[in-house]
C-alpha cells in the first residue's frame, strides 16, 4: 500500500540550521487525488527553483519539498468580523 501524503513544506534549510518555509500546502480532504497533489507541488517547488536560483542565491537541490504539517488545517473566522475574511489577491 502506497503511503498517502497530505501535507508538504517546501523551503530551504537556512545557515542557522532552521527550516525556512517558501509554501505550504494541504490536501487533508484529499480534493485532490494523490498523483494531483503531488504534482502541483512539484509545480509550485520548479516555479520556485526558476525564481530563486538563476541569481545564484540558491542552488536547485537546495529547495527542498518536505512532508510535514506547517499550517492548521482550517481558520476559523468570526461572521461578526468581515474583516478577518481573506480576499483573493487575484481578484479584481
Not at 494541504?26 to 509545480?43: A, C, K, P, R, W
Not at 545564484?56 to 512532508?67: K, Q, R, S, Y
Amino acid at each position: 500500500m502506497t503511503k498517502c501524503i497530505n501535507y508538504v513544506s517546501i523551503g530551504y534549510i537556512r545557515e542557522d540550521g532552521d527550516f525556512a518555509i517558501l509554501s505550504t500546502h494541504n490536501n487533508i480532504d484529499e480534493y485532490l487525488t494523490q498523483e494531483s497533489f503531488l504534482n502541483l507541488v512539484q509545480n509550485v517547488k520548479n516555479a520556485l527553483i526558476s525564481q530563486m536560483c538563476p541569481d545564484g542565491l540558491f542552488e536547485p537541490e537546495e529547495i527542498i519539498a518536505a512532508e510535514r504539517q506547517d499550517a492548521d488545517d482550517y481558520i476559523n473566522f468570526d461572521p461578526d468580523e468581515p474583516a478577518e475574511y481573506p480576499i483573493d489577491i487575484f481578484s479584481s
